[in-house]
């Protein structure tokens, strides 16, 4: 996966190396009223009312440290997450494909810049077809040599550096396009190196990893410098790729600098707070998209914290924003000041995933045994969760495939806790394994690799203690890692708990990113992955997989990601997801509704409103009333 990949607070970075099932979701959006509860709902979506008018600005809240931090839309690892994505980059620079969920998985062909693909040749052969019309706002056409440079400029970062494209996996895209030609101006003819899942092309490879970029505007390597004649060649594409990428890295220019005005989406820059991540994007008066944007101007606000967001909501300064599970209690006070608000699970999972990297205190050893992963999923309480942390406001999920009424693959996969809450449950597989309390701390006592052993390399006198990094918003992530840690203390696990934000954490706890910080955490959880229209682990769970932050390894789990992504069989997906909840590479979580809030003189078709909850944001959309 690349760019598109959704990572974020709650889910989702997504994205968080995603995947896909495909729906239809037109750009006009049904105006009926999304009821409470629907597809595991919270809320519901007035219908439209009042003729859209021209003008106006709109102001979105940011969540608090995970703004954008990136505006070259070849993205790499550091950089990665679902807000640099569907709040920034995707309101200048269009994806081949547009991926929108909602109540339901799809892709939107209507605001997509391409008719939908055509497979052929054992699905080794893409032809795709660009609608014609779409321009770049210094008036040249979208064409198909902006794919192929988007294309030559991913393998040149990936030739690189692994790390310069987020969500890599080595064979998979761009490796694993052989040759891309562009027969005429609208046509892409794409041949790769082996057959492959054509609903995993499509989510994976074709709507999250191929971004058209103005290939007559971006062909420099210097400011100000000649253009080159061929920038596709792999030399030509590496020199603009570097010249592109420091660029991008100088963030106090981007509004200033000139690359950055060419845009093909609705938006374009107007300002951009380097310090905090505060955006301004205003009307791209060259867009010739559809949906025709109604609003002159989207204002981006930054926070430092929930409570200042929902002030500010209270307050009537953000006109769209969310809404933290603590506020939940609030939403009365919302509605009285005129908001509306709705929220669903997001299409991806919650995690905390362990690092199997961690050698402090013998972790790695002690972890690598599926004993231990099995007592430690003893310890999470879900349904408490639910109703606590979460207000009611989610679902329970126990794999990569969440148990929503939406998904195409829910109705096989895991529905019930294999691992269900059980403290006692836990304390007998460590008793059964040689462990036991001693002066309050969980000790190994019966070293070796039987079946009533700690586990190879475990030594007697091993006390099981270790270090959890977790995201420090939302607030509901820090009462889940509490009571996690609280009920491992009661089998005499030490966990050390230490909060971060978004952004932190995900360069933090990456073993492949951040190698030199793999011996200080032994599990994290930053929330999780959304985005999925296809939802296979792979890049997450897959051995040198580039979202694989843990370390995790198993034959086994490679064998059905590769199944999954290669094969034909349909169930290939539900085997994988199962297997992975089975095996624990980490301890899967509910899936909580993402809940927004608008005000009703913010008007549009609910698409545009229940798209948020997947962190899709289509603002050309809305139109204020009176």
Request: hydrophobic share 35%.
């Amino acid at each position: 996966m690349a760019k598109g990949t959704r990572l974020g607070l709650r889910l989702t970075i997504l994205g968080a190396a995603g995947a896909l099932a495909l729906a239809a979701c037109g750009s006009s959006g049904s105006t009926s009223s999304l009821k409470t509860n629907t597809e595991g709902g919270y809320g519901s979506i007035p219908a439209a009312t009042g003729s859209p008018t021209q003008g106006g600005v709109v102001t979105y809240a940011e969540q608090p440290g995970a703004g954008p931090n990136w505006i070259f839309p070849v993205v790499d690892n550091q950089h990665s997450s679902v807000y640099t994505s569907y709040e920034f980059e995707d309101l200048m620079y269009r994806p081949l494909y547009w991926p929108t969920t909602g109540a339901s998985p799809t892709v939107d062909f209507s605001r997509s810049l391409a008719s939908p693909p055509v497979f052929t040749n054992s699905n080794k052969t893409i032809t795709i077809k660009l609608n014609k019309g779409y321009k770049w706002s210094d008036g040249k056409d979208v064409t198909a040599n902006d794919v192929l440079f988007t294309i030559a400029l991913t393998k040149a970062a990936v030739k690189e550096n692994p790390a310069n494209l987020s969500g890599y996996t080595p064979g998979e895209f761009p490796d694993n396009i052989t040759s891309a030609t562009a027969p005429d101006p609208q046509t892409v003819v794409l041949t790769l190196d082996k057959t492959y899942n054509s609903s995993w092309l499509m989510a994976n490879e074709l709507a999250t990893s191929i971004e058209p970029l103005p290939s007559t505007a971006w062909n420099i390597t210097s400011a100000g410098g000649a253009h080159v004649t061929d920038p596709t060649t792999p030399a030509n594409a590496k020199s603009i790729y570097d010249f592109l990428f420091k660029q991008s890295s100088t963030i106090a220019t981007y509004t200033t600098n000139p690359l950055w005005q060419v845009v093909d989406g609705p938006f374009k820059l107007k300002s951009f707070n380097a310090s905090t991540d505060a955006v301004d994007l205003v009307v791209n008066p060259a867009y010739t998209g559809t949906n025709k944007p109604h609003i002159t101007e989207i204002d981006e606000l930054a926070y430092t914290s929930t409570d200042a967001e929902w002030n500010d909501v209270l307050s009537g300064k953000v006109d769209v924003g969310y809404v933290d599970f603590t506020d939940i209690p609030q939403l009365s006070k919302a509605v009285k000041k005129g908001y509306a608000y709705y929220g669903l699970p997001s299409t991806g999972f919650e995690y905390m995933y362990f690092n199997f990297k961690d050698a402090t205190n013998n972790y790695d050893k002690i972890i690598s045994n599926l004993y231990v992963r099995q007592a430690l999923a003893h310890l999470q309480n879900e349904q408490a969760v639910i109703k606590g942390a979460f207000k009611g406001a989610a679902v329970p999920a126990y794999s990569t495939i969440a148990s929503l009424p939406s998904s195409n693959y829910s109705k096989d996969a895991i529905t019930t806790a294999i691992y269900s809450y059980d403290i006692n449950a836990a304390k007998k597989l460590f008793a059964d394994h040689g462990w036991k309390v001693v002066n309050g701390a969980l000790t190994c006592q019966s070293p070796g690799t039987g079946s009533s052993n700690c586990g190879a390399g475990i030594p007697s006198g091993q006390k099981f203690a270790f270090n959890f990094y977790y995201g420090n918003s939302p607030a509901a992530t820090g009462q889940q890692v509490d009571a996690f840690a609280s009920a491992a203390k009661q089998l005499g696990i030490d966990i050390t708990l230490k909060s971060y934000t978004f952004n932190q954490l995900i360069t933090l706890t990456d073993d492949s990113g951040s190698p030199s910080t793999e011996n200080q955490w032994g599990m994290s959880d930053f929330g999780g992955f959304t985005g999925f229209l296809y939802p296979t682990g792979d890049s997450i769970f897959n051995k040198g997989g580039s979202y694989n932050f843990g370390a995790y390894e198993d034959p086994q789990a490679d064998a059905l990601i590769h199944n999954s992504v290669f094969g034909t069989d349909p169930n290939a997906l539900v085997q994988e997801s199962n297997y992975l909840g089975k095996n624990l590479p980490a301890i899967f979580q509910a899936t909580p509704d993402q809940i927004w809030t608008w005000k009703k003189t913010v008007q549009g078709p609910a698409n545009s409103f229940s798209n948020l909850t997947q962190f899709y944001l289509t603002p050309e959309n809305w139109y204020l009333t009176k």
